[in-house]
């Protein structure tokens, strides 16, 4: 059974650092790009990052690049995602997702809530 689990959300204040940690298992995790997809309250779900198989390629969405960093162990089938200089705009759920060709497969969400 493919299982992706995420933590690391919470409270913190604008400018503070997360990070979130998605733990997969069920299938082969080095063989796969993985996501971050974020739903902010009352939006639509907006793709967060990237990462390749191997982690050295990762593309981030213009809103989190250069604030944000997706990285991924392979020996540990954990993704994650290093949040900086965080804004009242991140606030929301964040999902980690893959497509593993015949299904794709998202975790149920860890929310970050970013308030002074």
């Known amino acids: 059974e493919v299982q992706l689990v995420e933590s690391g959300g919470g409270l913190v204040q604008p400018g503070e650092s997360l990070r979130l940690s998605c733990v997969t298992s069920?299938?082969?995790?080095?063989?796969?790009?993985m996501n971050w997809v974020r739903r902010a309250p009352g939006k639509g779900l907006e793709w967060v990052s990237i990462i390749n198989s191997v982690g050295d390629i990762t593309n981030y969405a213009g809103s989190v690049k250069g604030r944000f960093t997706i990285s991924r162990d392979n020996a540990k089938n954990t993704l994650y995602l290093q949040m900086n200089s965080l804004k009242p705009e991140d606030t929301a759920l964040y999902y980690c997702a893959t497509d593993l060709g015949w299904e794709s497969y998202w975790g149920g969400g860890t929310l970050v809530t970013v308030s002074s």
């Open positions: 069920g299938f082969t995790f080095s063989s796969y790009y």
